[in-house]
């Protein structure tokens, strides 16, 4: 069935029928009528994002610290010199580029996950692209945020490559209406990001379990390194991982984001980041399109509940 529905992408008549939402109606008739252009830095820089986060409360990972100015990078050994891990990432990035995950640290010796070793002058080279806007959002100059990394939950140990899994949920008008998990792979360089080639796992909304799965917008089954039945997943303390999800309405104003959340084994359901622009790509993974979803919103959800009256009404839908 899954297969099927996918062909139909290759047959633009066929987009509408299925209920999909494309580039142009998603940037034309849902994001410009529910996102003020103002409020894009509250999600599209990370350390402000985070800072906004902490002020409401919500679990994020730890910040060490931020870099401003190139005088200022040869110095970065300062801020983690009591960290053994952690993780450098530009503040107006995306799409996961720019993240550099170091695993262990001794003096200027630094490891990533995949064993890869970096020197000083490798790391120091590292932040100073960041600031200069290589990863960046358009080019412009950025600022290099260190947090602490996240250690994912053993639960998901079989279901991603060198690389944290995390779930993505698309939030509209503070419903939480579709989400999917992404998984890191070899081909995806140990990164949950489904263009450079990691796997999309569509996730019942409401009940946190596995529909579907895709790579490279092909069906999967298996994890294509690790071999586990992508079926079974089941991520835990699914309602705490869509209040965070809905959290961020608040947070921010937005009326349609998506919310990027990981499962720490000690600290729980952590918010990493929240996108103004969410991509696509989720609707294939869920085999299912977004606009009748959205419409149902509109038409037929609850207007002024909570956050936590809107996720215990969409649980209770199942």
């Given at each position: 069935?899954?297969?099927?529905?996918?062909?139909?992408?290759?047959?633009?008549?066929?987009?509408?029928?299925?209920?999909?939402?494309?580039?142009?109606?998603?940037?034309?008739?849902?994001?410009?009528?529910?996102?003020?252009?103002?409020?894009?830095?509250?999600?599209?820089?990370?350390?402000?994002?985070?800072?906004?986060?902490?002020?409401?409360g919500?679990?994020?990972?730890?910040?060490?610290?931020?870099?401003?100015?190139?005088?200022?990078?040869?110095?970065?050994?300062?801020?983690?010199?009591?960290?053994?891990?952690f993780?450098?990432?530009?503040?107006?990035?995306?799409?996961?580029?720019?993240?550099?995950?170091?695993?262990?640290?001794?003096?200027?010796?630094?490891?990533?996950?995949?064993?890869?070793?970096?020197?000083?002058?490798?790391?120091?080279?590292?932040?100073?692209?960041?600031?200069?806007?290589?990863?960046?959002?358009?080019?412009?100059?950025?600022?290099?945020?260190?947090?602490?990394?996240?250690?994912?939950?053993?639960?998901?140990?079989?279901?991603?490559?060198?690389?944290?899994?995390?779930?993505?949920?698309i939030?509209?008008?503070?419903?939480?209406v579709?989400?999917?998990?992404?998984?890191?792979?070899?081909?995806?360089?140990?990164?949950?990001?489904?263009?450079?080639?990691?796997?999309?796992?569509?996730?019942d909304?409401?009940?946190?379990?596995?529909?579907?799965?895709?790579?490279?917008?092909?069906?999967?089954?298996?994890?294509?390194?690790?071999?586990?039945d992508?079926?079974?997943?089941?991520?835990?303390f699914?309602?705490?991982?869509?209040?965070?999800?809905?959290?961020?309405?608040?947070?921010?104003?937005?009326?349609?984001?998506?919310?990027?959340?990981?499962?720490?084994?000690?600290?729980?359901?952590?918010?990493?980041?929240?996108?103004?622009r969410?991509?696509?790509a989720?609707?294939?993974?869920?085999?299912?399109?977004?606009?009748?979803?959205?419409?149902?919103?509109?038409?037929?959800?609850p207007?002024?509940?909570?956050?936590?009256?809107?996720?215990?009404?969409?649980?209770?839908?199942?």
């Amino acid at each position: 069935m899954l297969i099927s529905w996918l062909k139909s992408f290759t047959c633009p008549s066929k987009l509408q029928e299925k209920g999909i939402l494309g580039m142009n109606a998603r940037n034309y008739k849902v994001i410009s009528k529910c996102n003020k252009r103002c409020l894009y830095p509250l999600v599209d820089n990370k350390v402000q994002t985070k800072l906004l986060a902490q002020k409401a409360g919500i679990n994020t990972p730890n910040m060490i610290g931020v870099i401003e100015y190139q005088w200022q990078v040869k110095d970065f050994t300062k801020l983690v010199e009591n960290k053994s891990e952690f993780v450098i990432k530009p503040a107006h990035g995306s799409g996961g580029k720019g993240v550099l995950v170091i695993k262990e640290h001794k003096g200027e010796d630094f490891i990533g996950p995949s064993g890869k070793k970096f020197s000083y002058n490798e790391v120091y080279q590292h932040i100073s692209n960041i600031l200069s806007g290589l990863y960046s959002l358009g080019g412009k100059y950025d600022v290099a945020l260190i947090e602490d990394m996240v250690h994912f939950s053993d639960v998901f140990q079989n279901f991603s490559y060198q690389g944290v899994p995390d779930v993505r949920v698309i939030v509209y008008k503070g419903y939480p209406v579709m989400s999917m998990m992404r998984l890191s792979t070899a081909a995806s360089g140990g990164r949950a990001n489904l263009h450079q080639g990691a796997v999309g796992v569509g996730i019942d909304i409401h009940t946190g379990k596995a529909l579907n799965a895709v790579q490279y917008n092909r069906p999967l089954y298996h994890h294509p390194d690790t071999g586990a039945d992508l079926s079974t997943i089941q991520v835990p303390f699914w309602r705490e991982h869509l209040l965070l999800a809905t959290k961020g309405f608040e947070m921010t104003g937005l009326g349609y984001m998506g919310a990027d959340i990981v499962l720490d084994k000690e600290r729980g359901p952590m918010m990493l980041e929240l996108n103004a622009r969410p991509g696509l790509a989720i609707q294939i993974a869920n085999g299912s399109g977004l606009v009748s979803k959205l419409k149902q919103v509109d038409k037929c959800y609850p207007k002024n509940y909570t956050a936590e009256e809107r996720v215990d009404f969409i649980l209770n839908q199942q």
